[in-house]
């Protein structure tokens, strides 16, 4: 049997994705895809008119065996969260901040691949020194992603943010879901192509800005669900943002 992959209806490449050095990407020296788990993105679905873009962290395997952004376990709850507000899936466009996931279904395989990214760029670099030549580093997804993922929410006036994964892309490794779920605030795209929040952003020069509101990732509201009816509940203010 051949291990060449398919050939993509998808390619995140064409929107700006750096997917040749991604750790996740087709060739990355961590993943070894082939004829049973290929490399295949999962992009970003749109929907005409949508009140907002609601993003997380990346793909599950229900994901990419359907093509299909969130219809995963943790996709049908945030679906039913939304038609409890009266309104159907459509109301929103869903998207990751990386559109592959780690083959296996294991939880924290994303955080995993995160530290092997990690640990590989730092023998990449020792080695690369004691030879004297520039280090050649690969990409977290996130990273790799985020050119692509920035051409999409200028589409958008609203943006969802879902789990802390997808809160630290927009902003910054300091930013805790705990205490910024369910408050709303304005982000904006400088021209130099950083995220800035707060009020004065209006002083600086940007490219885009957004009114944006993060969320608890559903499948920890699934765990707990104590926070359904706060989850809901902060759903709806971001129909009313």
Not at 32 to 52: D, H, I, K, M, Q
Not at 98 to 106: D, E, F, I
Request: include cysteine; charged fraction near 25%.
């Amino acid at each position: 049997m051949s291990d060449a992959l398919p050939v993509l209806s998808y390619d995140p490449r064409l929107s700006g994705a750096r997917c040749d050095l991604c750790a996740l990407g087709p060739t990355s020296p961590l993943v070894r895809y082939g004829p049973e788990r290929p490399w295949r993105p999962v992009p970003s679905e749109f929907n005409p008119g949508a009140l907002g873009f609601m993003i997380g962290q990346s793909p599950g395997p229900d994901e990419h065996e359907g093509g299909r952004p969130w219809i995963g376990r943790a996709g049908l709850f945030l679906t039913q969260m939304v038609n409890a507000l009266g309104l159907p899936r459509g109301a929103f466009s869903y998207s990751n901040v990386a559109l592959c996931s780690p083959p296996g279904v294991a939880t924290g395989a994303y955080e995993r691949i995160l530290y092997r990214t990690h640990k590989h760029n730092a023998e990449e670099r020792r080695k690369a020194k004691t030879e004297g030549r520039d280090p050649v580093l690969i990409l977290e997804p996130h990273v790799a992603c985020l050119p692509r993922l920035k051409e999409e929410i200028l589409r958008y006036d609203n943006l969802v943010l879902l789990g802390g994964d997808a809160l630290k892309v927009f902003y910054g490794d300091e930013a805790g879901i705990t205490d910024l779920r369910g408050g709303q605030e304005l982000l904006g795209l400088g021209e130099d192509g950083k995220f800035y929040r707060g009020r004065n952003i209006g002083q600086l020069q940007l490219v885009k800005a957004w009114k944006v509101i993060p969320l608890f990732h559903p499948s920890y509201v699934l765990q707990a669900r104590r926070w359904q009816r706060v989850f809901r509940s902060d759903i709806a203010k971001a129909l009313r943002y």
